[in-house]
């Protein structure tokens, strides 16, 4: 009888990041990014639809874009239309210094990765605003994988194809349930939750609230990602 041996010792040995809210703070570019957007097509700010448009924006922090237009827009030209301004707007606000790391981000991510953690960075951004974001603060070496919706099937959260591509490109726990799942949205909690992740925590620096956090699934609601690593200890211990 042959033993298998657990690809890591470390219990939790993958730590799955959101962006945007969670490890990078933008201070509101979505929504200034999303009415240029509107704008192209028509719809003007100050107006019912754009309110309408904007709630709804904000209800869903968190999912795929193209997810976002093609509910508010209906067919796929619009769209994809709509889609291309947004990342347009949002890599011209990136380019002109409007981002930065979450307050003790980057130091979370370097102390999960001494631990022997791999951390992977996933976004429901496309990919060339996702590759702007990382060389804007200077990231594109911090962790050894990054994924947009693109990467794992065209499905963004709230679906769990994100943790469970970093699952299966990166082997480096052998049950989900050894992944720790952190973000700022109820899109996120649900996505870690389904993944069927062990930690699923919400983080307090982003779109949404405990009670939006808690209510989708959350397992922990921190303050900030910086507090990740010593949950993660507590976890263990």
């Known amino acids: 009888m042959t033993s298998t041996t657990p690809t890591t010792a470390r219990p939790f040995g993958l730590v799955v990041l959101d962006m945007a809210g969670t490890t990078v703070a933008d201070g509101g570019l979505v929504e200034q990014a999303f009415s240029a957007a509107a704008g192209r097509l028509g719809v003007q700010p100050g107006s019912d639809e754009h309110a309408r448009q904007l709630a709804y924006v904000r209800d869903t922090m968190g999912e795929s874009k193209i997810s976002v237009f093609r509910h508010l827009f209906g067919d796929e030209g619009r769209a994809q239309q709509a889609n291309t301004a947004f990342e347009e707007a949002y890599g011209e606000l990136v380019d002109a210094g409007r981002v930065a790391p979450v307050p ?35 990231w594109q070496d911090l962790v050894p994988l990054t994924l947009c919706p693109a990467d794992a099937g065209g499905r963004g959260r709230p679906y769990p194809d994100m943790v469970l591509a970093a699952f299966l490109r990166t082997a480096a726990v052998d049950d989900v349930r050894r992944i720790a799942v952190a973000g700022d949205t109820s899109y996120d909690m649900l996505s870690g939750v389904r993944s069927g992740a062990g930690i699923v925590a919400g983080v307090l620096t982003g779109a949404h609230d405990e009670e939006q956090l808690t209510r989708h699934g959350a397992t922990h609601v921190l303050r900030s990602v910086a507090d990740l690593p010593d949950l993660i200890a507590r976890a263990e211990a």
């Open 104 to 138: 003790g981000a980057r130091e979370a991510v370097e102390r999960l990765t001494a631990e022997g953690r791999t951390v992977v960075l996933t976004t429901g951004f496309a990919r060339p605003t996702q590759d702007a974001i990382l060389t804007a603060l200077g």
